[in-house]
Nanobody
Framework: QVQLVESGGGSVHSGGSLRLSCAASVYGASPYCMGWFRQAPGKEREGVAT???????TYQFSLKDRFIISQDKIKRLLYLEMNNLSPEATATYYC???????????????????WGQGTQVTVSS
């Protein structure tokens, strides 16, 4: 079992940056894949980025030049660095994890088995 707690959300102006963190408490098998999702009001949840235990990363194509996913496997922390933010990035951001070995990629519609409570990101113009 994996428990996830996100932090680092907040309000920024367009062009600003934020770094989200996700602290993982692991009881049993370590995650094979972790990722970030977001859900804007009135929209479906969408994958943002994934990272597997080998540090292989994937991104939603439109975000790959501005967002960076990383992890500290010793501290069990997952990060999402978001740069040059636009109002379209306003959403609740969720951290997710899965211990099962399956394709860990946004384009493969990877979905987590464990989820955090979310952290709000608001970008004003």
């Amino acid at each position: 079992q994996v428990q996830l707690v996100e932090s680092g959300g907040g309000s920024v102006h367009s062009g600003g940056s934020l770094r989200l963190s996700c602290a993982a408490s692991v009881y049993g098998a370590s995650p094979y894949c972790m990722g970030w999702f977001r859900q804007a009001p009135g929209k479906e949840r969408e994958g943002v980025a994934t990272i597997d235990k080998y540090d292989y990363t994937t991104y939603q194509f439109s975000l790959k030049d501005r967002f960076i996913i990383s992890q500290d496997k010793i501290k069990r922390l997952l990060y999402l660095e978001m740069n040059n933010l636009s109002p379209e990035a306003t959403a609740t951001y969720y951290c997710a994890a899965a211990t099962e070995i399956r394709l860990c990629a946004v384009a493969a519609n990877w979905n987590g088995d464990y989820w955090g409570q979310g952290t709000q990101v608001t970008v004003s113009s």
